[in-house]
């Protein structure tokens, strides 16, 4: 018998109760199914029989939280993700709209990477944004990196990474940007390191980042309701100056406009009209 056919909705929702309650976070917008089978993982990897097992291990082992938040993330990732994602938006968009925030006056460009894991897609984004504006004092793209998963967060602070997830990145990338340091891995040099700024947020209730010129938020939609999807798209909306763009994952959409045109089908970018 396997533990999901053992865990009952009720022991589920004394589980997501103890969570909400004692650590501030609410699952209740996740997929019931997705949580179950995120919990019944856990549960087989602690050897817990019932739900009322892991939920006094949840109590006795503050460490084993993190671990079950570390299922909830989309944490198969890597630097350029998507590569024709990250060629369309060097090429086709942000030169122009970096060239017209500079015709403007304006000095700053801010992107929100929503859900960043450990920081291979912020980082991404700041090499890329570096490859266009060079080192131009008189202009800034600045970083900002949100998620849930501290554990997450401290590796994406660290910058270690290991040579699997440079796939992408390419041999100058590589040479310019990262130093290796010990086991086949790379510790990601200062410079873009200053750029991305970390902070923990629950994306569902936590107040968004505002006066965004562009946010990513890929391959996490698809884990929510379509109630929660759609409450979501309207929080970038909110999060984005008009005319800024959202950026979302090869599998998910924008739907029903919510004040946004499409730029791109095949990479998902998407920009804010109203």
Same mark, same amino acid.
Not at 151 to 166: D, F, I, M, T
Not at 169 to 174: D, F, I, R
Not at 242 to 267: C, D, H, I, P, Q
């Given at each position: ?28 917008? @996740?997929?019931? %199914? ?8 856990? /549960?087989?990897?602690?050897? #817990? ?22 299922? +909830?993330? *989309? ?32 000095? =700053? /460009? ?9 920081? $291979? ?5 700041? =090499?890329? #944004? ?11 793209? !600045?970083?900002? !990196?949100?998620? *849930? ?27 310019? @940007? ?14 873009? &390191? &200053? ?8 994306? =569902? ?14 391959? /996490?939609?698809?884990?929510?309701? %379509? ?10 909306? $909110?999060? +984005?100056? %008009?005319?800024? @763009? ?23 970018? @998407?920009?804010?009209?109203?």
């Amino acid at each position: 018998m396997t533990h999901k056919s053992i865990l009952s909705d009720k022991e589920v929702d004394s589980i997501l109760a103890y969570i909400r309650r004692n650590k501030s976070v609410d699952l209740a917008s @996740y997929r019931r %199914t997705f949580v179950v089978r995120r919990l019944s993982g856990r /549960m087989e990897n602690v050897s #817990a029989e019932t739900g009322g097992a892991y939920l006094n291990i949840l109590r006795d082992d503050p460490e084993e939280f993190g671990r079950f938040l570390e299922t +909830l993330s *989309i944490n198969v990732t890597g630097f350029f993700r998507d590569p024709g994602v990250f060629e369309f938006l060097q090429k086709a968009v942000l030169p122009e709209f970096i060239r017209k925030k500079k015709a403007a006056g304006r000095r =700053i /460009m801010r992107i929100w990477s929503a859900g960043c894991a450990s920081g $291979e897609e912020p980082y991404s984004i700041a =090499i890329m #944004a570096r490859g266009i504006t060079g080192d131009d004092p008189g202009f800034e793209v !600045a970083v900002h !990196a949100t998620d *849930i998963d501290t554990a997450a967060l401290k590796r994406a602070q660290e910058a270690v990474y290991p040579g699997s997830s440079l796939g992408n990145a390419g041999k100058k990338v590589l040479e310019k @940007y990262f130093t290796p340091v010990y086991n086949g891995e790379y510790l990601l040099k200062d410079e873009i &390191k &200053k750029s991305v700024h970390f902070k923990r947020q629950n994306l =569902i209730s936590d107040p968004v980042l505002k006066h965004m010129d562009m946010v990513f938020c890929r391959n /996490m939609m698809i884990y929510l309701s %379509t109630e929660e999807k759609d409450s979501l798209i309207g929080k970038f909306n $909110e999060s +984005l100056n %008009t005319g800024g @763009y959202l950026v979302v994952g090869k599998v998910e959409s924008v739907w029903n406009n919510r004040g946004f045109e499409t730029v791109s089908t095949t990479n998902k970018v @998407y920009r804010k009209t109203v």
